[in-house]
């Protein structure tokens, strides 16, 4: 069948972008859950007997929900554009090609496949709009596990958790200069079997 070209803004792509982003959202099991930034396309292809297949370009970019929270992207708060480290240099966000079938008489909604295309951005452009703003770096970077470590028992010794929280993995590592070096990380943190009643001297010993 020939392909269709409804508007970008039709009620029914608006729905399938959203189907598409929530599928694609709870698919990841790492990094921050993408927002949709606008729909640079769509092509409709009627079936035979019912529905079609919609083939979406989307641009998306990083909230500020982490995707294990499993929270909609509707629902996250949009990273400020130097802080979205998944932005595709010509659109200044990520490109993602879907697509997904719709068939609105029997409410059935389908993500066949996507493909995203997701690179940090270059220093260049976060310079160009943030010059003072911290620069990405390496989370895998010694400096960056010892502030991890360094943050996390703070959280420890002040929270009122009961156990121990270890650190899972940095997310993210920058590093601005003022007078001397600062750093900042993200990472996530998991709990413990370790109570806060014991003495634990290495609480990396603990599962």
Known sequence: A????????????????????????ADRDEGYVFSLYRIVSAREQPQEITGSVLYLILDVIDTECYVLSRKLWKDCKRKPAHLAVRILFFYLISHMMTI???????????????????????????????P?????????RPVYLDAAAQSLAKFNEES????????????RGSMQ????????????IQETTCSKDDTVV??????
């Open 160 to 171: 009122e958790e009961p156990h121990y929280f270890s650190v899972l993995n940095v997310t």
């Open 132 to 140: 003072d703003c911290p620069v990405d770096d390496s989370p895998d």
């Open 202 to 207: 290495d609480i990396s010993m603990c599962d």
């Open 177 to 188: 200069w003022v007078i001397g070096p600062a750093y900042f990380v993200e990472f996530l």
């Open 100 to 130: 997904i079938y719709i068939n609105q008489a029997r409410n059935i909604a389908h993500l066949n496949t996507y493909e995203c295309t997701v690179q940090p951005a270059p220093r260049r452009y976060i310079s160009s709009i943030c």
């Open 2 to 25: 020939a392909l269709l070209s409804p508007r970008c803004d039709d009620a029914a792509v608006e729905e399938a972008a959203d189907l598409a982003l929530r599928q694609i959202n």
